[in-house]
C-alpha cells in the first residue's frame, strides 16, 4: 500500500498563490494532481511522469506548475494567480497501469 500525504492547502486572496506538496512512501510512474469542488466530479489538474513530461487542464495552464523530485518521492504543484473557481479539495495520485493511489485531500479556498 502506497501513502500519499499532502500538505500546503489553506485560503487564499484571488490572484494569490499557493504551493502544494505530496510526499509519498513509493511513487509509480505518474504523479500527479486532482481536485473536488462541492458538487461536481473528481477532475484532473496536472500529472507529471518518472520522465518528466507533463499534462495541464486547460483551465490552469500556464498559472499551476507541477513539479517532481523522484528521489524524494515528492510532487509539488506551484499555485499562481489563484481564482474562486480554483476552490476545491486537491488529491494527490500516483499510478501506473495496475495501481491507483490517493491522498486524503488539503483544501484550497480562494476567496476575498
Known amino acids: 500500500q502506497v501513502q500519499l500525504v499532502e500538505s500546503g492547502g489553506g485560503l487564499v486572496q484571488p490572484g494569490g498563490s499557493l504551493r502544494l506538496s505530496c510526499s509519498a512512501s513509493e511513487t509509480l510512474f505518474s504523479m500527479g494532481w486532482y481536485r473536488q469542488a462541492p458538487g461536481k466530479q473528481r477532475e484532473l489538474v496536472a500529472t507529471i511522469t518518472t520522465t518528466g513530461s507533463t499534462n495541464y487542464a486547460d483551465s490552469v495552464k500556464g498559472r499551476f506548475t507541477i513539479s517532481r523530485d523522484n528521489a524524494k518521492n515528492t510532487v509539488s504543484l506551484q499555485m499562481n494567480s489563484l481564482k474562486p473557481e480554483d476552490t476545491a479539495v486537491y488529491y494527490c495520485?500516483?499510478?501506473?497501469?495496475?495501481?491507483?493511489?490517493w491522498g486524503q485531500g488539503t483544501q484550497v479556498t480562494v476567496s476575498s
Open positions: 495520485n500516483t499510478r501506473n497501469l495496475l495501481r491507483t493511489y
